[in-house]
């Protein structure tokens, strides 16, 4: 069964019906950004909306972007340029004024006054070393008591927060 209360579904449907659309691959996108795929399949208990006349499982990044209702997303790098990587895994919160970083594994919401601890997953790259060395472009992490000062501070930590937990 789901755990999705009739209230949520009507509070994903309408923040849907607002911000995402789904394209002719059957992805989820919002801003044109691609989210998640709308998965075709149907499990027993799952739960559903429509987006362009067509059924979509709710999945965790709609229920976290509909929660935190986020207005903007984007994909903050472009890795491969052969492969599918316009992937959005931050976006902006006006409601509560921070930045999301997100994956399939984990989220977490950014907003100024936030300090890196050791233990936060910005510390981390998400590469092993040998790969951090010869390619620092691709390095996100930010150092242990960085603080979010400002917006883009914000911004800055959900896009290391989501490269470590990608």
């Known amino acids: ?29 919002m801003n044109g950004r691609y989210i998640t795929l709308a998965d075709p399949k149907e499990f027993e208990g799952d739960t559903y909306i429509h987006l362009g006349g067509k059924p979509v499982r709710i999945n965790g ?9 986020a207005c903007k997303v984007e994909a903050y790098v472009d890795f491969d340029k052969h492969a599918e990587s316009d992937v ?13 970083g997100w994956s399939h594994r984990a989220a977490y919401i950014f907003k100024v006054g936030y300090v890196v601890h ?22 996100f992490n930010l150092p242990v008591g960085f603080v979010c000062k400002t917006m883009d501070d914000c ?8 490269m470590a937990v990608a």
Do not use: N
């Open 1 to 29: 069964m789901s755990d999705i209360s009739p209230e949520e579904i009507k509070k994903i449907q309408e923040y849907a019906d607002k911000y995402f659309e789904i394209d002719d691959k059957r992805r989820v996108t």
């Open 61 to 69: 990044i709609m229920r976290i972007l509909a929660e935190h209702e």
């Open 88 to 100: 959005a895994c931050i976006g902006y919160s006006e409601k509560e004024k921070g930045w999301l």
């Open 118 to 139: 050791k233990d936060s997953l910005c510390t981390m790259s998400g590469w092993v070393p040998a790969y951090e060395a010869e390619h620092p472009e691709r390095c």
């Open 155 to 162: 911004r800055k930590a959900a896009i290391a927060f989501a």
